[in-house]
């Protein structure tokens, strides 16, 4: 029986030359061929020489008065000119470079050829050659390789058509073609291959671009699905009381979005699969405290919790916050760092294992092997893009395939989201607390001390403090460490010792960054110098300035995080930064920093400048690739994709509905997917 999952070899004609060249296309199977679609279409429709204007691309249709000749410049150049009768009149077409055409002219038949006009010589530079019995008025043009010939391709798929055209199914059900008006498997095949005009074209790709999309959450969704079938989680059924009670005692009330986000991830714990859920909220938001009362919550389920941060100082900083409100509750907290001595650590292990440790946070040493838990049940990851997907994964795989969430504050595009993490669940906080007020941002175009100097100054004498990055180096700690020095030195010049400066770097050992830190958070130090270490989660709501020097230099989630380190307390907040930039993309970061605070539209202007690979680094390159539909320009259909997509996994998890055979064999022949059979 024809299937289109046949390999393309069971066409005739196909050998394995050609099974070579259409794999290295990326098609292996019937199915692959017929929806490998035209990049752009020419237009065919021929033109009377009564309506041509100079350097137009157009068709002509007309008559071979003799051979063609030939003529060889060198062993890859060459002219051929042929001359056509066309209405009446004699037409010198060229081609440059395709000799193979010249069999093709058989003097006194017809023939079309496509090229450019020109109107002094009433001559035609050719470009295509087509034999005019098609009466199709565009021609696709199919993105091929040297190994073939878009004439070929074009043959093997009209074979392909005729071929397999009974045994198309149909993927997207017929409800949703319907709701959507699109049209189905076989309208889009002739529509994108073989359209007369524009309007089938565009009805087509418009319909194709949905079906892209929605094979692709549709797998999503499947391989979700196979993942949670294949992982016995936990279920962790934490006192709701006992999580009411904690949630009382916080100094603050919650915002809305914090409450509907804990909701989601206590909804989460409770289910027996193993937790994989991204909680992305803006710098500022309060994560922390949403982890805390996760973390709080396993607690009370009889679970030992963990969390992970990627630094020394941040680890040290949440166990401060956090510790004090974990005790109220008699629940048992421990710092495990790289600064941790072994002595200390041979005791936090004994207690680990022990179980007299509730709660442990620390640093990647978590995920150390010496590091055994009783009954790890719960993990929190927080910044998780600064650890690795195996430091992930360690953590993972500790203890009893504890849940684990992971916090961000680089909002991820909307685009990314839905496309990259389709096989996580994600929260998003999408409020900040009440009170903060917008940061102010500036830009200072001139590289000019005095006028940051005045800047700072005021501030100061207000009691608030300041924040001054220095540039960074791309791959030099050297050259990294030397501006910092240098700027600490223009910063102690100007205000020492009426106001004491300090300097953090990268290369301080953990005690003295940890003192230095102290020291700025309890206002010992009014003017922090530092390099990017602060970047991530450092919080100190004293600081209501943050300086950034050579500005341009760094990626426009950076400068969102570096911002994201002050504006945390009562007072107005600012941000300067120092910048020429040479470049307009730089400029235009610039821009987008001095006109919005909120972290998603800079994530997709992030994503518009620089494309979607670069957005989490080349680790995690963004973006599936897509052969026609594209995730930024097209996502209104990409999010209605998902949308469907899920809906079907709902209501039909094992795609048993007659409407989804088709889906459900497709799906079959691509990824292993037990349950489906
Ligand atoms: P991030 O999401 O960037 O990790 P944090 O968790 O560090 O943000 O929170 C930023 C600041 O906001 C902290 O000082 C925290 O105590 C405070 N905060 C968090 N939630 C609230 C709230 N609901 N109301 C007032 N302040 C809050
Ligand atoms: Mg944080």
Same mark, same amino acid.
């Given at each position: ?5 046949? $390999? ?46 100079d350097?137009e ?5 007309g008559?071979? =008065?003799a051979?063609? %000749? ?25 081609f ?15 023939? *079309? ?11 035609l530079?050719? #470009?295509?050659?087509?034999? /005019? ?14 190994? =073939? ?6 043959k ?11 045994? %198309? ?9 319907q709701?959507y008006?699109?049209?189905d498997?076989?309208? =889009? ?22 079906? @892209? ?29 006992a ?9 603050f ?12 991830i206590?909804?989460?714990m ?6 994989n ?16 009362i ?11 919790a ?8 941040l680890?040290?900083q ?15 907290t421990?710092?495990?760092?790289? &600064? ?24 990647h040493a ?16 927080? @910044?998780q ?6 430091q992930?994964? *360690? ?6 395939? /504890? ?6 504050a680089?909002? %991820? ?24 007020? /917008? ?25 608030n ?23 600490? @030195? ?11 400066v ?14 230095? #830190? ?8 009014? =003017? ?7 970047e ?7 600081a209501?300035?943050m ?9 426009? $989630? ?12 009562q007072?107005?907040?600012y ?12 400029? &235009?970061?610039l821009q &987008? ?10 994530s ?19 973006? /599936? ?14 999010q ?11 209501d ?26």
């Amino acid at each position: 029986m024809l299937k289109l999952s046949d $390999s393309v070899e069971t066409l005739s004609g196909v050998g394995a030359k050609r099974v070579t060249a259409l794999n290295s296309l990326g098609i292996f199977t019937i199915n692959d061929l017929l929806f490998y679609f035209p990049f752009r279409y020419d237009d065919l429709k021929v033109k009377s020489l009564a309506e041509v204007t100079d350097q137009e691309k157009i068709t002509l249709k007309g008559t071979v =008065i003799a051979a063609p %000749i030939l003529n060889r410049f060198g062993p890859n150049k060459n002219r051929l000119i042929v001359r056509l009768l066309v209405e009446h009149q004699v037409v010198i077409v060229t081609f440059f470079n395709q000799p193979w055409l010249k069999d093709r002219f058989i003097p006194d038949t017809v023939v *079309a050829v496509f090229g450019k006009w020109d109107q002094r010589r009433r001559g035609l530079t050719g #470009m295509k050659f087509f034999s /005019p019995k098609g009466d199709n008025d565009l021609a696709g043009i199919y993105s091929v390789n040297k190994n =073939i010939r878009q004439s070929t391709l074009i043959k093997l798929v009209k074979l392909a058509f005729e071929k397999y055209q009974s045994v %198309i199914g149909n993927l997207v059900p017929i409800d949703i073609r319907q709701r959507y008006r699109l049209l189905d498997d076989r309208e =889009i095949i002739t529509g994108m291959h073989f359209p007369k005009t524009a309007a089938e074209v565009k009805a087509a790709h418009r319909s194709a671009v949905f079906r @892209e999309f929605f094979v692709f959450e549709c797998r999503m969704q499947a391989m979700r699905q196979k993942e949670r079938q294949g992982n016995q989680g936990l279920s962790l059924k934490y006192q709701l009381a006992a999580v009411q009670d904690f949630i009382h005692e916080l100094p603050f009330e919650l915002t809305q979005a914090q409450k509907r986000v804990v909701n989601e991830i206590a909804a989460d714990m409770k289910r027996p699969y193993q937790m994989n859920r991204l909680l992305q909220g803006d710098v500022g938001s309060g994560k922390t405290i949403v982890a805390a009362i996760a973390l709080f919550s396993a607690v009370t389920a009889g679970y030992q919790a963990a969390l992970m941060v990627p630094t020394e100082i941040l680890a040290t900083q949440h166990f401060e916050k956090l510790q004090p409100l974990f005790a109220k509750m008699n629940v048992v907290t421990t710092l495990l760092t790289g &600064a941790t001595t072994n002595k200390n650590r041979r005791k936090i292990d004994e207690n680990l294992v022990q179980g007299r440790v509730n709660i442990l946070i620390g640093t990647h040493a978590l995920i150390q092997e010496s590091v055994h838990f009783k009954n790890l049940g719960f993990v929190v990851i927080d @910044e998780q893009h600064r650890f690795g997907v195996n430091q992930r994964k *360690a953590l993972r795989e500790k203890g009893l395939h /504890p849940d684990v969430l992971m916090m961000t504050a680089t909002p %991820i595009p909307r685009t990314l989201a839905i496309t990259t993490y389709g096989e996580m669940d994600v929260s998003t906080i999408d409020q900040l607390p009440s009170g903060r007020k /917008p940061i102010k941002t500036y830009w200072l175009k001139n590289n000019q001390d005095q006028q940051a100097f005045a800047f700072v100054r005021r501030q100061l004498v207000q009691h608030n403090q300041a924040f001054v990055i220095s540039p960074l180096i791309e791959e030099s700690e050297t050259m990294d460490l030397k501006n910092a020095e240098l700027l600490y @030195e223009r910063y102690r010049e100007a205000f020492a010792p009426e106001y004491e400066v300090a300097l953090l770097h990268g290369q301080m050992s953990n005690d003295d960054k940890n003192t230095v #830190m102290a020291a700025f958070a309890k206002n010992e130090v009014q =003017i922090l110098v530092a390099t990017t270490v602060v970047e991530v989660g450092v919080d100190v709501p004293n600081a209501n300035t943050m300086i950034i020097y050579d500005a341009d230099r760094f990626g426009l $989630s950076q400068l969102h995080q570096l911002r994201g380190r002050v504006g945390r307390g009562q007072q107005q907040a600012y941000c300067l930064l120092v910048a020429q930039p040479k470049n307009e993309v730089a400029v &235009a970061r610039l821009q &987008a920093m001095t006109e919005t605070n909120d972290g998603f539209v800079l994530s997709e202007k992030d994503l518009e400048l620089r494309g979607p690979g670069d957005v989490f680094g080349q680790k995690q390159s963004g973006l /599936p690739d897509f052969q026609i539909g594209d995730p930024v320009a097209d996502f209104n259909v990409l999010q209605v994709a998902q949308t469907e997509a899920q809906q079907i996994f709902v209501d039909d998890p094992s795609l048993s509905k007659a409407e989804h055979q088709t889906l459900r064999t497709f799906l079959k022949t691509t990824i292993d997917l037990k349950r489906l059979d």
